[in-house]
């Protein structure tokens, strides 16, 4: 049975940083290319961050420069550092792995960016 169970989510201020990271099990971890989305409300699901299995990464235009995406083959998780938080970033963020054709999502964990 594959799960993937994103953590690190909260409320942070404008300005902070928070680490999420997602545990994978019941898939060759190594084999996928993961990825970290979000969802506000009222809008579509949208990529924030890609790593593919060699390690090259991907970010959409409005979290460059502050959020870095890696991956840990030996423990099968995903991270994703956000730095320099904005208000407009706060979503439910939820890890995905794919590969062949294969998707796998996690539940989703909750970042809200206010002060």
């Known amino acids: 049975q594959v799960q993937l169970v994103e953590s690190g989510g909260g409320l942070v201020q404008p300005g902070g940083s928070l680490r999420l990271s997602c545990a994978a099990s019941?898939?060759?971890?190594?084999?996928?290319?993961l990825g970290w989305y979000r969802q506000a409300p009222g809008k579509q699901r949208e990529l924030v961050a890609g790593?593919?299995?060699?390690?090259?990464?991907n970010y959409a235009d409005s979290v460059k420069g502050r959020f870095t995406i890696s991956r840990d083959n030996v423990n099968d998780t995903v991270h994703l550092q956000m730095n320099g938080l904005k208000p407009e970033d706060t979503a439910v963020y939820y890890c995905?792995?794919?590969?062949?054709?294969?998707?796998?999502w996690g539940q989703g964990t909750q970042v809200t960016v206010s002060s």
């Open positions: 995905n792995a794919h590969r062949l054709g294969y998707m796998h």
């Open positions: 019941g898939i060759i971890f190594s084999a996928y290319t």
């Open positions: 790593i593919t299995r060699g390690g090259s990464t």
